[in-house]
Structure formats: structure tokens, C-alpha cells
């Protein structure tokens, strides 16, 4: 076998009279990535209680309509029975690997120019993982919970959707008043205790929101902070002050002013929006041996899935049209 040596070119800056100007860098690498939406850390994280997780669902209290007042010297009552549903989640895999050449951390360690780099490649592999988890817990393409069709979550937009709960704001309609109204509804319900507890959009049409209130009713809404460091403007509604919170990974279709675009804006009770998660709620770091290639392996494994519970009552899908 022959052994060859690769070819390295250097370059400097300037050499002068006095002078060699090699390129150095800033230690620090500039990083404004996005990493996470408020949406998954505001939801509940519960373990998973096999493959599918299953749970049971009270679908109403036993036939109230069977219940009712009688002669009370001549009581007759009616048999009731229990209205519960079983329910299940597939849980769905997300995975990533990051692989660190025994050449290229050896130099690095050597330059000590990054040496922090191998610690910071291997957290955005992590952060990838939960990128992707985030966006797909609203847009996973997954079309049934019972009888999945992809590798992906079945995102909780797209349960909302398929509870039958969505109503459409159309251009001559206000958005505000359609979501006041909607939320108004939802209260109303005289079979669930319904309270949701925050509304989720694209931040374009939370601005159209934020613009309607000033123009149309000479209103600012306040705003109150619901994760550390966050702050979101409140909008007055039956079921108290609900945060608007934007969440990117709500895309929108269309331009909106065009009259086409479409824009969705999720009216939710996070605390029936459950994350259902199998071995530890983060991802988790696996390191392989060294192959032939003397390279470092590393795969960040993530396995769980959300559900929406109360899909058909307890949460609303607004579309808006502008």
C-alpha cells in the first residue's frame, strides 16, 4: 500500500517588508438559529404508556337525558351506561447523526482556535432534532392516529382539523370579532367544561390582530410574559385574557392583501394537548464505536408523538382570508 500525503494550501493575507498578516477569525461563531417554538414547551410532556400510548376518553357523562325527576311513590329509574372511547397514539421516531473526523478534531484541538466547536456541533445536532420536532407538531403529514400512513407525527393542526371544529374569517369579515365569538362558543358548551387557554399563529396574522384592535376600535392590547423572557400581547375573550402567541412553524398560504392568501390561527386548551414520550422527553445521545475510518459517531434519537385530546370540542382551527 502507498501511503500518500494530501495537499494543504495556506494562505496569507499580506507579506511585506515587516509585515506577514495571516487570517485569524473570532473565537465565537455568530448563531441567531432557530431552535425551539413556545408551543412544545407549553404543552404537557407525559411518558408514553406503550406503542400505540393508549388512553380512555369520556365522551359524555352517563345519558343525562335518561335522567329526570318521578313520582317519588312510584320510582322507576332508567339504566344508564358509561360513554368512554379508547383512544391511542403511534409513537413516531426522529433521528439525526453527527460524525467528527479523527483528523479534523485532532487539528482543532491543536489550533485551539475552536475548541468549543466538537461540544457546539453536537448541540445543534440536538437543536436540529427539536426543530424539526417542533415544526412537526403542528404540520406532521400523518393522516390517521389509528391506522398511521408516514414515519411522522400526525401534527395537532391537522387533528384539529379532522375534530370537525374550524370556522372561516372571510375578507369582509373582522378577525377579532370572529375569534371573540368563536371562543364565546366554546365556553358555551353544555356538555365539556371547556376553558382554552391561548391562541397560536403565524406572527403575520397576529400583526393584522394587533393593527384591526387600533383601527377599527382604538384599542392597544396589553401584553403579559408566559415563558421566561416572553412577552405576548392578551386578547379579552369569554374565557379571560388569551395569549397570542406566534409560532413560525404556522406558515402561511398566499400573500397576504392579495384576497387569497389564507392564514390559520389555532384556538387551543393546552392542557388537553399531550406529548407522549417513550425512554426520556429530550433527545438523547448515542456515541458509536470508531469504523474503519476513524471517525466518531454520534446519533441523537427522539421517540414520542403528540395528541389532542378533546380534538372535537375543546380546540377550534380559524382560517382567515386576506
Request: glycine share 8%; net charge negative; with cysteine.
Amino acid at each position: 500500500m502507498n501511503a500518500t500525503f494530501a495537499d494543504i494550501h495556506a494562505a496569507a493575507d499580506f507579506i511585506g517588508p515587516g509585515a506577514v498578516e495571516v487570517p485569524l477569525y473570532q473565537t465565537e461563531i455568530f448563531d441567531i438559529c432557530r431552535r425551539s417554538s413556545p408551543f412544545g414547551q407549553r404543552i404537557k410532556q407525559v411518558p408514553a404508556t406503550g406503542h400505540p400510548s393508549r388512553f380512555f376518553e369520556e365522551v359524555a357523562i352517563p345519558n343525562p337525558g335518561t335522567a329526570g325527576f318521578m313520582d317519588p311513590r312510584s320510582i322507576a329509574p332508567a339504566v344508564v351506561t358509561p360513554n368512554r372511547a379508547e383512544k391511542s397514539v403511534p409513537l413516531k421516531a426522529i433521528v439525526a447523526q453527527i460524525n467528527y473526523n479523527l483528523f479534523d478534531i485532532e487539528l482543532g484541538q491543536q489550533q485551539k482556535q475552536f475548541a468549543y466547536l466538537q461540544a457546539k456541533d453536537l448541540v445543534d445536532t440536538v437543536s436540529g432534532v427539536m426543530v424539526t420536532h417542533d415544526v412537526a407538531l403542528w404540520n406532521g403529514n400523518d393522516t390517521s392516529l389509528s391506522a398511521p400512513t408516514t414515519t411522522q407525527y400526525m401534527g395537532c393542526a391537522a387533528q384539529i382539523a379532522a375534530g370537525g371544529n374550524s370556522v372561516t374569517v372571510s375578507t369582509s369579515m373582522k378577525i377579532v370579532d370572529t375569534i371573540k365569538t368563536t371562543v364565546a362558543q366554546m365556553v358555551a358548551s353544555n356538555g365539556y367544561y371547556v376553558r382554552p387557554s391561548a391562541i397560536y399563529a403565524n406572527p403575520v396574522l397576529l400583526d393584522l390582530i394587533d393593527q384591526e384592535m387600533k383601527s377599527e376600535y382604538n384599542v392597544v392590547l396589553n401584553s403579559d410574559q408566559i415563558t421566561g423572557g416572553f412577552r405576548v400581547k392578551m386578547l379579552s375573550t369569554q374565557a379571560g385574557d388569551l395569549p397570542l402567541i406566534p409560532d413560525w412553524s404556522l406558515a402561511d398560504s398566499g400573500t397576504p392583501g392579495s384576497g387569497t392568501a389564507t392564514l390559520p390561527a389555532y384556538i387551543v386548551t393546552e392542557d388537553l394537548i399531550e406529548y407522549h414520550w417513550l425512554g426520556d422527553p429530550a433527545p438523547r445521545i448515542f456515541q458509536l464505536g470508531l469504523p474503519n475510518s476513524l471517525t466518531h459517531q454520534y446519533v441523537a434519537v427522539k421517540f414520542g408523538a403528540p395528541v389532542v385530546k378533546g380534538a372535537n370540542y375543546a380546540h377550534y382551527q380559524v382560517l382567515v382570508q386576506r
